[in-house]
């Protein structure tokens, strides 16, 4: 019996779909982890990106912290918060929201300095007020780049959200944790293959939501020559 088919008959076994200790279960505690990080980080990383950006204010010290943050390996997070908070989900979020923020706060000011400044000028001559003219015009312009960020910090927190099951929390990294523990080397392949195919879903939930949320004029700007001349014959 080769490793790979043990692996397939691992997923095909309805046992592993029921239960608190299913497939469905473990998702669904991985996805909550992972969503309330990603919101707290959000919460902090984006307004705090977006003021800065807009100001052009602050961008050099913004960006040095958030790749110090990245520096910071999130399982010393997760122990020393684990050793301050105890058992829970607060000390995963607090590793994870860590985690999320550096990229969030890069891109977000990046994409706001890189509004071409005749647009910011042209927006005043319209008489748009400050927060008009971040909401109207420069963030549809930024969405794509914020996103970006976005996108890498929910991938990376999804991964690294398999951490939670050290400090005996849930989430699919009960399957790795677990199957090492035990040297069940199957159950371990099978809890990293799905972490790997929910990340990949993560990523490609949040390009759609990325395509929604960019107006369809900066999205034929930033296509290539031939699509927009093909989108315009059609049109």
């Known amino acids: ?130 927060l008009a003219q971040v909401l109207r015009v420069e963030l549809p312009l930024a969405v794509p780049l914020i996103m970006a960020g976005v996108r890498t910090s929910a991938v990376q927190v999804v991964a690294t959200a398999t951490l939670a099951a050290v400090i005996a929390g849930g989430g699919l990294g009960r399957y790795i944790i677990d199957g090492i523990a035990t040297q069940q080397y199957v159950t371990t392949a099978a809890g990293a293959v799905l972490v790997a195919l929910l990340a990949l879903a993560t990523d490609a939930s949040l390009a759609g939501l990325q395509r929604m949320l960019v107006p369809r004029g900066v999205r034929l700007l930033n296509a290539p020559a031939t699509a927009r001349a093909a989108t315009f014959k059609v049109a």
């Open 1 to 130: 019996m080769s490793f790979l088919g043990s692996v397939w008959r691992w997923f095909v076994d309805p046992a592993h779909w029921q239960g608190a200790d299913g497939i469905p279960t473990r998702i669904g505690e991985h996805l909550h982890l992972s969503a309330e990080s990603l919101a707290v980080a959000a919460v902090i990383a984006l307004p705090v990106g977006i003021l800065l950006g807009h100001y052009g204010r602050f961008g050099g010290l913004a960006i040095n912290i958030s790749n110090a943050g990245r520096a910071l390996p999130s399982f010393g997070i997760l122990v020393v918060a684990f050793q301050v908070f105890g058992l829970g989900d607060l000390p995963v979020i607090l590793a994870l929201t860590a985690l999320a923020i550096p990229p969030m706060v890069t891109n977000s000011y990046v994409a706001l300095r890189e509004v071409d400044p005749d647009i910011r000028e042209a927006a005043r001559g319209m008489g748009y007020r400050e």
